[in-house]
């Protein structure tokens, strides 16, 4: 019996130390600029930048290929972070070939509609949907990015994407070009 765990005890040393060599000897650097750019990103991994997910578009970014401002769910916050971190000028989103930013959106299901084909599971890229085959599904909105690619697969269309309610952890002050925009639309609605 000593024998045994002896043997297991060496046998887990030689593994760990195997380990720890090829740890160092193969590490892979990443450029800290792309890290920078991933970190602003929103995560949502939607593929609306043309890009298979955030990391992907954040290679492009640091590496020339694609512009600061294909992210919708970013947002123009995040293209204002975007610039401010690569030295760049303010180019505002690209709704033409990429879509508008809504704002923070999450998915709902109608739960008395679902049928639970799993469809909306396979195609969430976080795994906010869950459910299992023939039950029905519920989205977890703390971890729903809002990219809407549930939707498309949904073959009774139960699933709508909802605004989430502004509160203390969201609300932001507006910038001042949208501060300048709230004061003319309001001027013109009084003269």
Same mark, same amino acid.
């Given at each position: 019996?000593?024998?045994?765990?002896?043997? %297991?005890?060496? %046998?887990? *040393?030689?593994?760990?130390?195997? %380990?720890?060599?090829?740890?160092?000897?193969?590490?892979?650097? /990443?450029?800290?600029?792309? =890290?920078?750019? +991933?970190?602003?990103?929103?995560?949502?991994?939607?593929?609306?930048?043309? @890009?298979?997910?955030?990391?992907? @578009?954040?290679?492009?970014?640091? *590496?020339?290929?694609?512009?600061? +401002?294909?992210?919708?769910?970013?947002?123009?916050?995040?293209?204002?972070?975007? *610039?401010?971190?690569?030295?760049?000028?303010? &180019?505002?989103? +690209?709704?033409?070939?990429?879509?508008?930013?809504?704002?923070?959106?999450?998915?709902?299901?109608?739960?008395?509609?679902?049928?639970?084909?799993?469809?909306?599971?396979?195609? $969430?890229? &976080? =795994?906010?949907?869950?459910?299992?085959?023939?039950?029905?599904?519920?989205?977890?909105?703390?971890?729903?990015?809002? $990219?809407?690619?549930?939707?498309?697969? $949904?073959? &009774?269309?139960?699933? =709508?994407?909802?605004?989430?309610?502004?509160?203390? +952890?969201?609300?932001?002050?507006? /910038?001042?070009?949208?501060?300048?925009?709230?004061?003319?639309?309001? /001027?013109?609605? /009084?003269?």
């Amino acid at each position: 019996m000593l024998g045994a765990v002896l043997a %297991l005890g060496l %046998l887990a *040393a030689v593994f760990g130390l195997l %380990l720890g060599y090829a740890a160092i000897r193969f590490k892979v650097e /990443s450029d800290p600029v792309v =890290d920078q750019i +991933n970190a602003i990103l929103p995560q949502t991994q939607c593929g609306q930048c043309g @890009y298979a997910g955030c990391r992907p @578009y954040a290679e492009a970014i640091a *590496a020339g290929e694609a512009e600061i +401002n294909q992210c919708p769910p970013g947002g123009e916050a995040g293209i204002r972070a975007l *610039a401010d971190l690569l030295g760049r000028d303010f &180019v505002p989103l +690209n709704e033409e070939e990429h879509g508008e930013h809504k704002g923070r959106m999450v998915a709902v299901i109608d739960e008395q509609i679902c049928i639970g084909c799993t469809l909306c599971i396979q195609a $969430c890229p &976080v =795994d906010a949907i869950l459910g299992a085959a023939k039950h029905m599904h519920t989205v977890i909105e703390e971890e729903c990015t809002g $990219c809407e690619l549930c939707i498309e697969p $949904c073959p &009774v269309d139960c699933i =709508d994407m909802v605004p989430v309610p502004e509160d203390i +952890n969201q609300w932001r002050w507006p /910038s001042p070009d949208e501060r300048r925009i709230d004061i003319a639309d309001r /001027s013109t609605a /009084s003269g």
